[in-house]
Structures are given as structure tokens and as C-alpha cells.
């Protein structure tokens, strides 16, 4: 005995009642209650639909449906992480990498110049603009993106993760301060905080900028059943 669409529907809906809210969650968690149901009906084909997904239920223990959640909110973060990594490494190559090259050679100039608390704070409030503003974009385009009930995990880590990278920048603005104040930098000092300066802008331009923009492509390459909305 099989279950119909409107057994998918409802388990979709039990998913949603139990506090899943994402999408992908909720076709796991419903693929593998249908499985279950089907398995018990094979062996007492007199026990109602909802008997079934009782029993079911029962089988993930006290804490419901929050340990699957959790597992695949970290499987979506290391996907992301690993989309974000091998966008950077791009940069890496010809011809993104002279971008590298002048970016950190300015940092470095910048360090090495008497004015640098000075410059250093410009960049800072300025690079600092730029942050905000994509980070109100995004979360606006995310909401004109949820065109439908359905809510994809890695969507919500792509268009939501920029608050995070913002609120970074906006907590270390004093520590960057601090090590710019002061007598001259050295070489070695000038040299690690041009690399540090340098990878914070091409991890915020590719999270915060070329990601989002492969979003669609990104959601399609991890979720078969994803169409844009």
C-alpha cells in the first residue's frame, strides 16, 4: 500500500508543525516517514494513516525532528564553506590573481605609511558602506525571492550570512585601529596585515557578492527537486 499526495501533503505539513522550516529538511524527514508508514502497513494493513506516522514519529526520540535539523544545518554550512572556498581559490588564478598582487600592495604601502592609521580608517568606514549596503540588499532580495513557501536552506545561509561578516568587521574596527597606532610598522607586521587585509576583502566580495549572484545556480547543483520561484 502506497501512500498518496495527500499523505505527502500531510506529512509535509506534520514536518512544518514540529518546527521544520526548511524545505530540503522537510523532503528527507518525509521521504523517510512515507518509507516507514509504507514498511508498517505492509505488516498490519488495517493501521490507520495517522497510527502509522505516530509510531513513526516516536522513533526519533524526545528531542522530535531537532537532531536531523542540526545535522543538516552543519552539512549545509560545509557546503557553503566549500562553495565560498573554491570561489577564493579562483582568485588565485590568471588573470584574478594581479587583482590580488595590486590589492595587497597597496595594503602594504598603506602600512608602511605614516598616515596609515588615517588611510586605514578611510578604508575601513568606506569598505564598511559597501558591507551594509549589500547586506540590506541581500536580506531585500532574499524577500522577494521567497515568492513561495518554500524555504531552501542554502538559500537562507547564502543571502542571510552577511549580517554575520558585517557584525565581524564592525567588532574588530578598534583591533585594526590599535595595531595601525603608534610607532611604524614593521615588515613582517606590514607584510601579515596586508595578507589579512587583503583575504578579508576577496572572502566579503565573493560572499557577500558573487555568490548570492550564483545562487540559482548553486541551489539547482545541491537540490535536484529546486526550480527558481
Avoid at 53 to 79: A, P
Wanted: avoid cysteine; glycine fraction near 4%; charged fraction near 20%.
Amino acid at each position: 500500500m502506497k501512500l498518496s499526495q495527500e499523505h505527502i501533503q500531510q506529512l509535509h505539513d506534520f514536518t512544518r508543525k514540529h518546527y521544520v522550516e526548511w524545505f530540503d529538511v522537510q523532503l528527507e524527514l518525509v521521504d523517510h516517514l512515507a518509507n516507514g508508514i509504507e514498511a508498517q502497513w505492509e505488516q498490519n494493513p488495517k493501521l490507520s494513516f495517522e497510527e502509522a506516522l505516530e509510531k513513526e514519529f516516536k522513533k526519533f526520540g524526545i528531542f522530535g525532528f531537532m537532531d536531523v535539523v542540526s545535522q543538516t544545518e552543519n552539512s549545509m554550512g560545509r557546503k557553503y564553506r566549500h562553495f565560498l572556498i573554491n570561489e577564493v581559490k579562483e582568485w588565485f588564478k590568471i588573470p584574478q590573481i594581479l587583482s590580488i598582487i595590486v590589492l595587497f600592495i597597496m595594503f602594504f604601502l598603506t602600512f608602511k605609511s605614516q598616515l596609515s592609521e588615517v588611510i586605514i580608517l578611510s578604508f575601513y568606514v568606506i569598505f564598511g558602506i559597501w558591507m551594509a549596503y549589500k547586506s540590506f540588499a541581500l536580506r531585500r532580495l532574499f524577500k522577494k525571492r521567497r515568492s513561495t513557501s518554500k524555504k531552501w536552506l542554502l538559500e537562507h545561509i547564502i543571502f542571510q550570512q552577511a549580517s554575520g561578516i558585517l557584525f565581524i568587521a564592525i567588532v574588530n574596527i578598534f583591533n585594526m585601529l590599535n595595531l595601525t597606532n603608534g610607532s611604524e610598522t614593521s615588515i613582517y607586521g606590514a607584510v601579515f596585515m596586508s595578507l589579512l587585509f587583503t583575504i578579508a576583502v576577496i572572502v566579503s566580495v565573493v560572499s557577500l557578492h558573487i555568490l548570492p549572484n550564483k545562487a540559482d545556480q548553486l541551489l539547482k547543483q545541491t537540490y535536484h527537486s529546486y526550480v527558481t520561484n
